[in-house]
Structures are given as structure tokens and as C-alpha cells.
């Protein structure tokens, strides 16, 4: 079973819709994050959680809300969508606190598409 | 403001030869570099990394470079196989200031390895 999973895997949807994007780790991580890939642009960071209580944004937040509802589960919003958020959306995972620094483990991804 | 770049888009290779992908940083707080690999409709799998306290890190047929002074790291692949054709994306991240406990990605590069 994979580690981290994300829900839905496609989505389309239409301009000004509300869309929940799901993420969910068995890993054991207190840190999840959410970034979206764009072509050329590499991974940007939406939002970022060290642990339940702790929500960070990230360098591109605008548009998007996150809730942390538990350590295993980390859902992104798109509370009114619009075409230039247009991309393929990742979660990942860390664990920081072993010591082994920053290296981050990634879900399958969602593709979403506003029409 | 792109402090991770990955300047060459793509890099084509026979099998059996040498692939060197390359890796520009520009914010020297910068600590620690990972090199993930990403095969189409899949999340970004972590390949290997490097502290800045090294120079080189091996793992099999993967090497990492670091040259702190030039601000760049490498990725060494040898030999190549068509198995390892894929995007692959150098991220980077700080043990203090405003990118602690986040990862910076570069843009990408698509490496095509020819049988």
C-alpha cells in the first residue's frame, strides 16, 4: 500500500467551483505539505504543516486553504476555482525530527483541470 | 525570484554513457540538496542527496557534486539506462532563515536515455 495517497487522482471541474483536494500518509510524519507543478516551473509550495496546530504558507497561497484534521491527513482547497490553477498537485510528507533532514516523500499527485 | 535553476529543459543520451545533470543555487543559506526523479503520472521519488559539508555522495550508479564556492551541484549517472529516462529535479533547503524545514525546487530536466 502506498504511503501517501491523494484524492482524487483527475478532477475537472469548472471557473468558481469549490474543490477539496485529499491527502492521506501512513507514514508517521508530523510535516505535510502541498505543492502544485506547473510545466517549466518546477514544484512551488501552496502550504506548508509541521503538526496539527501549525499551518505555514508557502510561496504561492493566494487562491488556496489548507486544514491539517489530523497528523495523518491534510486537505487542500480551492474555494473558487479559475483556470490558471490549471496543474498537477502533490502532497508530500517529512520527518523531520529523525535527524535525516529535509527529505520529503511525495504522493502520486492530482491532475486538475478548470474549464 | 528563482533560487534553484536547472537551466538545461532536457538532455538526451545513449545507453551505457555518462547522463550529468547540473544545478544552480543562489541563496547560500542553503544546507542541505536532494535530486528527485519523476516519472509521468507519478510523484516525485527522492534519488539521493548531499549535505553541505560534503563534496561528493555516491549511490550505485548515482554521484552528487557539490561545489559550494560555484554555488552548483551535479548529478552523475553512469552508466545510463533507459529505466532512469525520466524528469529529474535538483531541490534545496536551509537549516535556518526563511527556508528552514522547506524544500526550493528547480524548473526540471527531462532526461532521454537512447537503448
Known amino acids: 500500500d502506498a504511503d501517501v495517497t491523494q484524492t482524487p487522482r483527475n478532477r475537472i471541474t469548472k471557473t468558481g467551483k469549490r474543490i477539496m483536494l485529499e491527502c492521506s500518509q501512513t507514514?508517521?510524519?508530523?510535516?505535510m505539505y502541498w505543492y502544485r507543478q506547473d510545466p517549466g516551473l518546477g514544484l512551488r509550495l501552496i502550504y506548508y504543516?509541521?503538526?496539527?496546530?501549525?499551518?505555514n504558507k508557502g510561496e504561492i497561497s493566494d487562491g488556496y486553504s489548507v486544514s491539517r484534521q489530523a497528523q495523518a491527513k491534510f486537505s487542500l482547497s480551492l474555494e473558487s476555482a479559475i483556470p490558471n490553477q490549471t496543474a498537477l498537485y502533490f502532497c508530500a510528507t517529512s520527518d523531520f525530527t529523525s535527524g535525516s533532514t529535509d527529505t520529503q516523500y511525495f504522493g502520486p499527485g492530482t491532475r486538475l483541470t478548470v474549464l | 525570484d528563482q533560487q534553484v535553476k536547472q537551466n538545461s529543459p532536457s538532455l538526451s543520451v545513449q545507453e551505457g554513457r555518462i547522463s550529468i545533470l547540473n544545478c544552480d543555487y543562489t541563496?547560500?543559506?542553503?544546507?542541505?540538496f536532494l535530486w528527485y526523479k519523476k516519472y509521468p503520472a507519478e510523484g516525485p521519488t527522492f534519488l539521493i542527496s548531499?549535505?553541505?559539508?560534503?563534496d561528493k555522495n555516491e549511490d550505485g550508479r548515482f554521484t552528487v557534486f557539490l561545489n559550494k564556492s560555484a554555488k552548483h551541484l551535479s548529478l552523475h549517472i553512469v552508466p545510463s539506462q533507459p529505466g532512469d529516462s525520466a524528469v529529474y529535479f535538483c531541490a534545496a533547503s536551509a537549516m535556518g532563515g526563511t527556508s528552514y524545514g522547506k524544500l526550493t525546487f528547480g524548473q526540471g530536466t527531462i532526461l532521454t536515455v537512447h537503448p
Open positions: 541563496n547560500s543559506m542553503f544546507d542541505y
Open positions: 504543516s509541521f503538526d496539527v496546530k501549525d499551518i
Open positions: 548531499i549535505s553541505s559539508i560534503k
Open positions: 507514514k508517521g510524519h508530523d510535516r
